[in-house]
T-cell receptor, first 113, second 113 residues
Framework: GENVEQHPSTLSVQEGDSAVIKCTYSDSASNYFPWYKQELGKRPQLIIDIRSNVGEKKDQRIAVTLNKTAKHFSLHITETQPEDSAVYFCAARVSGSARQLTFGSGTQLTVLP | DAMVIQNPRYQVTQFGKPVTLSCSQTLNHNVMYWYQQKSSQAPKLLFHYYDKDFNNEADTPDNFQSRRPNTSFCFLDIRSPGLGDAAMYLC????????????FGPGTRLLVL
């Protein structure tokens, strides 16, 4: 089955700096890659996703890049703000199949004011 | 704007005493999922329903059961909770099996004494 590895497990940045979280996946058939943000005690919320037919997707301060050959994808947050502090999970799945999302182990991002 | 609702938000039970967690949704989604999330870990899928079709993950213990009496409601039954079952239990929905975006409920925090 799919295996998703996520690094780093914790990340501290100064407010205004950029943050990058990286994930690798094992199943070359995976073609859908969402990122979820989970604030302390709250539900995971989808913040951005990418499909394998594109290499990059942006939404304001958030971007995701995908390298299918290397089987890795990354989340980039620019101009970080304290409210970006949360746990971020990457995930992967084979779109349209019965196989479900496989999550990475999560990254605790702390944005220091 | 609650779309996926979980009750109760906190549940305390005794070792070995059956407990039921509930999830309801107003999205009319076909698929409902139950995840277990332990501290500092990724959500782990226990099982999911596609309409009335129940799909159990291979490593989900028999101690965990689920019921979906109608489209809107889904229940997680833990027949004999052990100390290791203390966790956050997340319900999620998606529109269809091939649809990617999952909407999570706020979770139920289960404590086993």
């Amino acid at each position: 089955g799919e295996n998703v590895e996520q690094h780093p497990s914790t990340l501290s940045v100064q407010e205004g700096d950029s943050a990058v979280i990286k994930c690798t996946y094992s199943d070359s058939a995976s073609n859908y890659f969402p990122w979820y943000k989970q604030e302390l005690g709250k539900r995971p919320q989808l913040i951005i996703d990418i499909r394998s037919n594109v290499g990059e997707k942006k939404d304001q301060r958030i971007a995701v890049t995908l390298n299918k050959t290397a089987k890795h994808f990354s989340l980039h947050i620019t101009e970080t703000q304290p409210e970006d502090s949360a746990v971020y999970f990457c995930a992967a799945r084979v779109s349209g199949s019965a196989r479900q999302l496989t999550f990475g182990s999560g990254t605790q991002l702390t944005v220091l004011p | 704007d609650a779309m996926v609702i979980q009750n109760p938000r906190y549940q305390v039970t005794q070792f070995g005493k059956p407990v039921t967690l509930s999830c309801s949704q107003t999205l009319n989604h076909n698929v409902m999922y139950w995840y277990q999330q332990k501290s500092s870990q990724a959500p782990k899928l226990l099982f999911h329903y596609y309409d009335k079709d129940f799909n159990n993950e291979a490593d989900t213990p028999d101690n965990f059961q689920s019921r979906r009496p109608n489209t809107s409601f889904c229940f997680l039954d833990i027949r004999s909770p052990g100390l290791g079952d203390a966790a956050m239990y997340l319900c999620a929905t998606s529109k269809a099996r091939g649809t990617e975006t999952q909407y999570f409920g706020p979770g139920t925090r289960l404590l086993v004494l």
